[in-house]
């Protein structure tokens, strides 16, 4: 079975840093690729990151560029983010997800523009992330 777990998130004061993981069971990271996606109150959610499945691009939304970091533990089947010099703004739940047709280049991935996602089929309940003094 399918599953994504998300972890790590927490209150961080602006200006500080915390590291995501999201752990994947049921399938290898060695054949899908995994995006990083937020959605804060009141708001869509938005694609923020995502690396491919084997070819190790990355991709970043203009939003994090800079900040953030993703990368992945394959023998673990893991893929971290990590954020730096964090806002108020970036304050939302984080989720990581998926999908048989997902891919992620240094443009964007197969979801980058999307509103609604479609081509994600598994998603963690994800990690509340909130950003405050």
């Known amino acids: 079975q399918v599953q994504l777990v998300e972890s790590g998130g927490g209150l961080v004061q602006p200006g500080g840093s915390l590291r995501l993981s999201c752990a994947a069971s049921?399938?290898?990271?060695?054949?899908?690729?995994i995006g990083w996606f937020r959605q804060a109150p009141g708001k869509e959610r938005e694609e923020i990151s995502c690396?491919?499945?084997?070819?190790?691009?990355?991709y970043y939304a203009d939003s994090v560029k800079g900040r953030f970091n993703i990368f992945k533990d394959s023998a673990n089947d893991t893929v971290y983010l990590q954020m730096n010099s964090l806002k108020p703004e970036d304050t939302a739940v984080y989720h990581c997800?998926?999908?048989?047709?997902?891919?992620?280049?240094?443009?964007?991935?197969?979801?980058?523009?999307?509103?609604?996602?479609?081509?994600?089929?598994?998603w963690g309940k994800g990690t509340l992330v909130t950003v405050s003094s």
């Open positions: 997800g998926t999908g048989d047709d997902y891919y992620c280049s240094v443009d964007g991935s197969s979801e980058t523009g999307s509103p609604y996602y479609y081509g994600m089929d598994y």
């Open positions: 690396i491919s499945s084997s070819d190790g691009h990355t």
């Open positions: 049921g399938f290898t990271l060695d054949y899908y690729a």
